[in-house]
């Protein structure tokens, strides 16, 4: 058992983690959040993705160890002062479905759009192609992002 | 009707900003406090076996470790339609991943390890994992009890056979039809297996209190049927369905797989035996991939008979499923199919037997299409063929034979209204059905493919929906059903027909998810008929609020009830035009009277529905005399495709689908169902596929090993259309979509692979592979 301080959505956190156990299990069980989800555990479906310094990565994939001292947001801390642009898009044209992938694909399309202001839609197909959805057929999604980065180029 | 204000809008899902801000909450996310216990099962590794000794000795040692249950802690039976499985394997084992034992630990780790030190002995026996092998005379039988199961009573089983259900359909004369035709086709078609993959795990949580109230947390399509499925089950220690309660918060998708029952009974069950303290058990991808219910595998032998001019004259469709070890909820498909198999189409002279077969592999239930999926493959490529045969163009045949309103089904029913003639029309438009465009690429040819749609609710004829609806102070409402939306949007339909009843905007109403205790009955959310049967019941319960509004309104202030209507949240009236009255006025505290007296209290509606009209009684033999189906949802769909012919590599252009939803409640909804369903059915043509080695092992229980789409993999285009024809009985028109949506998907893009290189594929899934192979031999 070792002692981590993490920022986590803005706040520092400090927990004690054993070394086998991954950031996802330690967010999920131990510090309260639970939009990361569980779909596979083993990196295939993108349902955990967290932003780790800015960078989205399958919490199920990092051991939690490894994060001591970094920077950690879930959607969360996205969502903690209303929600973004690409959510509210998400929102507005009924994106999503069952809503299980909603967290990492988030993850994903804020990567995204904090690297690249105006994507294509071959980049986003790329950016999100790591999270599966099984509900929306993916078009849905790939469109309410389009459409917050045409609202975002009227401004 | 003309003047709808929240029927028939594309509202923003009421659930949304729940999902979206991450804020839902689904069974594993919630807090069951510090005395969480969690269990792990002790699965077979044997395919079919007795079971000589199972040692839990070892495992027992493991510190942590709070109590180890078996079989022999619980021999009852259970099953939707047919009570045919035990909690935990008794004497013998039927598939490989059965569940033996369950090791309940204080944590998940000591559950996992202690259950590996359980030893399984087992006696092997002659496994089956090919339903043909499983129809011959002298095969191994999995269910020797079978004659002695309890089942619902339009299925017949055959004792000492692996037949678990045989559902004949017969009309007409078949020979004579067959003597008429100018043209007979006869051919076999295969489907494999498929799994439904939520991206959420089963997951279940149960808590027995020391008072004996037992509580489920289930990721689960059938709240109140898991509920009786329980108390069914556990009768024999005291239970009774009062004691029982199941929550279904949100689940992550479901697609038929958290249909019924399947393991959230162990949650149940070991809660019995740990009193006091909640047990989780959340089944990892693998078992969701081996351990819940998969599709049933299919083969289909298929003759019609049609004249020259393309009329068809007769049908004689077979089909053998590969059910599984369990027929408790695959049966049900099979008896659907063996009722239905006729396709859209108008067939005076049919036969049809749908055979229900125990295999050695893991059981079959309920998967979106419900046995439509499957059939189709095989029906709707047949006559593609058939039209190339006659030379008739394979639209223009589907015309022709389409079944009109009043045209008799297999069953002797009359069809419902319906806009499948619409769907066709707007569908080749669409597509473009008669341009034919050429690439660049030399390597590449192009093909466009055509398929109808066609599905009813499979049901027992009393399945019902109920519904309260309750006022706030405020006059913001909340509806209390139990239907589950597993994302296709049911609660925002629900909350827009108690609007538009009510004039109550959406922001200001909640349907809340289910909980046996405090919301009314709901069957199952299955068969896409929550929408319709459901919504029915809100409606109602919306009316019956409206009248104890008029009726409190008009005893207090002396108006008459027919005078009065309902406007912008209030009361308002057309003989006195000055008169209103807010709703949040009175809602809960009453009206005050001239006396100063209060009438009135909080007003809550309540509506159910149940079609009075359906029977499962007929004749065995032929299955004429019942009236088994509500109604059928049809369409069509068709794409555009360009095929590599060396690679085999598919590229969709254009994929374009109509149905008939009747009245589309919110038309971004349905839209959404149209495009994640195709999807979904594109993936089980393209890439999908279980397999097991010869041991009944399944090899690719994974993301990595079993594909399913991701962004990269969609259409270019999908081009939604809705056709409303109303359904007499259906909410404001409304009858289901859900299932539909993937119907179409396998057999088109057969068919345009056969209209772009030549070749016909006759089982699923058509890779890329096949294709190549299937060409490159076409070629030599």
Known sequence: MKKISINLNGETRVVHVEPEETLLSVLRNKLGITSPKCGCDRGDCGACAVLLNGRSV????????????????????????????????????????????APGIIISATELLENNSNPNLEEIKEALSGNLCRCSGYLPILEAVKESVKEDSHE | MNDL?????????????????????????????????????????????????IDTSEAEKVSGVVGIYTGKDFPFKFGLYMKDRFIFAMDTVNYVGQQIAAVVARDEKTAQKAAKLVKVKYEPLPA???????????????????GNYEHVPWFFPQANTNIAHWRKTRRGDVKKGFDDADFILEDNYSVPRYSHCPLENHAAVGLCDLSDRLTIWASSQ??????????????????????????????????????????????????TKVKGKPIKILWSREQEFYNTSQRQGLLAKIKIGAKKDGTFTAIDHRLYWDTGASAEYGANVVNAVGLSAIGPYRFKNISIDSVCLYTNLPPCGAYRGFGYSEFMFGLESHINRIANELNIDPVEIRKKNAIRENDTL???????????????????????????????????????????IWKAPAMPPNASSAAFLKFSEDGSINILVSGMDMGQGYLTVMAQIAAEILKVPLSKIRTENPDTDRNPYEWQTVASHVTWSCGNAVRKAAINA??????????????????????????????????????????????????????????????????????????????????PNVHYTVGAAAISLEVDKDTGEIHIEKAVEAIDVGKAINP??????????????????????????????????????????????VPDEIVPIIVEVPQPDGPFGARGVGEHTMIPAAPMIANAVDDALGIRIKSMPITKEKIALTYLKKEK
């Open chain 2, 668 to 713: 971004s909804l349905v839209n959404g169902q149209i495009t994640g369903g195709l999807l979904q059915g594109l993936a089980t043509v393209l890439y999908e596929d279980m397999r097991f080695d010869d041991k009944g092992k399944m090899l690719n229980p994974n993301f990595t090993d079993y594909k399913i789409p991701t962004a990269k993999d």
């Open chain 2, 5 to 53: 204000k929240y029927v028939g809008k594309p509202s923003v899902r009421i659930d949304g900003k729940e999902k979206i801000s991450g804020a839902t909450k689904y069974t594993e996310d919630i807090e069951y406090g510090p005395n969480l216990h969690y269990a792990a099962i002790v699965e077979s590794t044997e395919a079919h076996a007795k079971i000589v000794n």
């Open chain 2, 410 to 452: 297999a069953y002797g029913v009359a069809m419902n209204p319906n806009g499948l003639l619409e769907c066709i029309d707007k569908v080749a438009e669409k597509i473009k059905w008669k341009e034919k465009h050429k690439t660049k690429d030399i390597n590449t040819k192009v093909g466009k493919g055509f398929s109808l």
């Open chain 2, 546 to 627: 409206r009248n104890q509004i008029f009726d409190v309104v008009s005893r207090t202030l002396y108006l008459s009830k027919d005078m009065l209507y309902l406007e912008d949240e209030k009361v308002k009236c057309k003989t006195k035009k000055n008169f209103e009255l807010p709703l949040k006025d009175f809602v809960i505290n009453g009206i005050q009277a001239e006396d100063s007296t209060f009438k009135g209290g909080p007003i809550m509606g309540h509506g159910l529905f149940m079609p009075e009209y359906t029977s499962a009684n007929s004749d065995p033999e032929t299955s004429q005399g019942g009236h």
């Open chain 1, 58 to 101: 399958r919490s199920c994939l990092v051991l939690a160890m490894e994060t001591d001292s970094q920077k950690i947001v879930t959607v969360e801390g996205i969502s903690q002062n209303g929600l973004t642009q690409v959510q509210n898009a998400m929102l507005d044209m009924n994106a999503f479905q069952c809503g299980y992938c």
């Open chain 2, 128 to 146: 089956i994992f090919d339903q043909m092998e499983a129809f011959k005379d002298d095969a191994t039988i999995i269910h020797p009890n079978l």
């Open chain 2, 222 to 271: 059938s709240p109140h049927t898991q509920r009786n499925l329980f108390a069914e089950s556990l009768a024999p220690l005291g239970f009774s369905h009062k004691d029982i309660r199941v929550i279904a918060p949100p689940i992550g998708g479901g697609f038929g797989g958290k249909a019924g029952v399947s393991m959230e009974i162990l949650a149940a069950a070991l809660a």
